[in-house]
């Protein structure tokens, strides 16, 4: 069974870091892409980050370049989010998704599996 697991949200004052963590199971983890998404109340869910081997790293979110980082841990099966300087316009639920063929993308409908997100509360 495929499962992603997101952790590491929570409240954080502005200018702030959390560091997110996303922990996958059920396949192999090499083999694919693992984005990071958010979705703010009100808003459509959009890209933040993605790493695969073959992509390497890429930004979908301008906002965020300079201040968030991805990386991965595949002996651990785990993709990590570094937030930075967080501001309150990060508030949004983040989760992590698989893409299988180990392409990224920003859009959200290329992905196969999701976490059930985690919460990141910035406040001013």
């Known amino acids: 069974e495929v ?34 998404f958010r979705q703010a109340p009100g ?3 959009e890209g933040v980050l993605c790493i695969s081997s073959s992509d390497g790293i890429t930004y979908y979110a ?8 991805i990386s991965s841990d595949n002996a651990k099966n785990k993709v990590y989010l570094q ?19 180990g392409y990224c993308s920003g859009d959200e409908y290329e992905y196969d599996y999701w976490g059930q997100g985690t919460q990141v509360t910035v406040s001013s």
């Open 3 to 36: 499962q992603l697991v997101e952790s590491g949200g929570g409240l954080v004052q502005a200018g702030g870091s959390l560091r997110l963590s996303c922990a996958a199971s059920g396949f192999i983890f090499d083999d694919h892409a693992i984005g990071w």
């Open 43 to 45: 808003k459509e869910r």
């Open 62 to 69: 301008d906002s965020v370049k300079g201040r968030f980082t």
């Open 83 to 101: 937030m930075n300087s967080l501001k309150p316009e990060d508030k949004a639920v983040y989760y992590c998704a698989s893409e299988m063929f």
